[in-house]
């Protein structure tokens, strides 16, 4: 199993950890297994690579995930009338994060494309640095959503395990550069993979209702 697979696999199981499997019917368990999906493929988007061989498939993925998390806000905003009143002046702050996140992993997908890197950026060092710092605002816009909106995950050991899991991703780098072969992105583990975590996740929580 790859890398990719794990981080999937690690989060969503840790949204059943503790809390039984209770869910809040197929089209809000559908729209929010697509923001943990979204999750995932950002922390693996964390973890250091061989740039010389897979920068394409980095990028390829960067855009699923951005995929993936816009499609995890419209789902809401297009079949749920309460999340627009939650984007107005005075909605809960993990609202607020989660748009940041989702602007913020879009200028860092659109900052990362060639030519417009070179037109911001002159050299490399300059724009792995941007990249990085925009990486770890959108993991920390992202992770205050998903923790503090107490949706699935709702105990303490939730928290622990999932800031554990994107500490590994963000800051593993040496454990990372030991790996006989290094992580790799690919587009097909993650739509199949997430595909198949999406399906259970929205299944599990509400088989027999």
């Known amino acids: 199993m790859t ?90 702050l993990y609202m607020w994060a989660g748009l940041v996140g989702i602007i913020s992993l879009a200028a860092l997908s659109i900052l990362a494309r060639m030519p417009d890197r070179m037109r911001v950026h002159k050299r490399f060092s300059s724009f792995r640095n941007t990249h990085r710092v925009l990486g770890f605002i959108v993991v920390a816009a992202t992770a205050h959503h998903v923790l503090l909106s107490g949706i699935y995950l709702t105990s303490w050991p939730q928290w622990v395990l999932l800031a554990l899991i994107g500490l590994g991703a963000c800051f593993g780098r040496q454990y990372w550069s030991r790996l006989s072969h290094p992580p790799s992105a690919s587009s097909v583990v993650y739509l199949s993979f997430g595909s198949i975590a999406i399906l259970l996740f929205v299944l599990v929580r509400n088989a027999g209702s």
């Open 3 to 92: 890398v990719l697979a794990i981080l999937i696999v690690l989060v969503f199981a840790t949204s059943f950890l503790f809390t039984g499997r209770v869910g809040g019917g197929y089209y809000w368990d559908f729209g929010n297994a697509l923001g943990f999906l979204a999750l995932a493929g950002l922390l693996f988007q964390m973890v250091p690579y061989p740039r010389s061989l897979t920068a394409r498939r980095h990028e390829n993925i960067g855009y699923l995930v951005l995929a993936v998390a816009i499609a995890h806000a419209f789902w809401f905003l297009a079949g749920d009338a309460v999340v627009r009143v939650y984007l107005q002046p005075g909605a809960p």
